[in-house]
């Protein structure tokens, strides 16, 4: 598909706005609609927010009990892959809780220097698939003396993924008019601004992002 000026700023709009988002509804809402409630609004979706997930546990008093674990690697193709556990909530480790999947190129050398961790960012890409285009562009002194392991972050692919549009409603948000030149337009993009805010401000959302696992 090629795109182009007006395509790109609609893609713009999905990556600022779609990033957060829950459960499925109409894009183009009715301005009549009252604003959302916890008793109306349908807030755990696919993802474990805290109130959706399960009792404190007592063990977890700390992030550090999240420290001692380790990866249980498994061959994935050419790679190795595997997942850690990680506090929804770093400042309540003692709650719910999500997995992070990783994939790993081991070094090439038997005794490495140490690990480099990668992630392409977007926000919304995932680490794991990334690694597959990065590890054959590097050195072979990186190769031999770094493990490279990419990773998807919170609410992105194999990590709890956050199910945001469906394919029709992506591609709606897509063709839409970046630009508006009429009062009917204006108000639509606004319905779809309104729609999108809506989703990003549930609670399932609060903690997903690119910067930490």
């Not at 790109?8 to 999905?14: C, D, Q, S, T």
Request: aromatic share 6%.
């Amino acid at each position: 598909m090629t795109l182009g000026r007006r395509g790109l700023a609609g893609l713009a709009v999905v990556a600022v706005l779609a990033t957060g988002c829950g459960r499925a509804v109409d894009l183009v809402a009715d301005d009549s609609q009252p604003e959302p409630t916890a008793e109306t609004e349908q807030p755990c979706g696919e993802s474990a927010a805290p109130q959706c997930g399960p009792p404190p546990d007592a063990r977890r008093s700390s992030v550090a009990a999240f420290h001692a674990q380790t990866v249980e690697w498994s061959d994935c193709g050419e790679y190795e892959c595997g997942s850690v556990e990680v506090p929804l909530d770093y400042s309540d480790p003692s709650g719910a809780t999500v997995e992070i999947e990783l994939k790993r190129a081991p070094a090439q050398s038997d005794h490495p220097t140490g690990t480099l961790f990668i992630n392409p960012g977007g926000p919304g890409g995932s680490g794991r698939d990334y690694l597959e285009y990065f590890v054959p562009e590097q050195s072979d002194e990186v190769r031999d003396n770094y493990d490279i392991v990419g990773f998807d972050p919170r609410g992105v692919a194999g990590s709890d993924p956050l199910v945001c549009l469906d394919d029709a409603e992506l591609d709606q948000l897509v063709a839409y008019d970046p630009d508006p030149d009429t009062p009917a337009e204006v108000t639509k993009l606004k319905q779809l601004v309104r729609v999108a805010s809506r989703r990003a401000a549930s609670p399932p959302v609060r903690w997903p992002d690119t910067c930490r696992p």
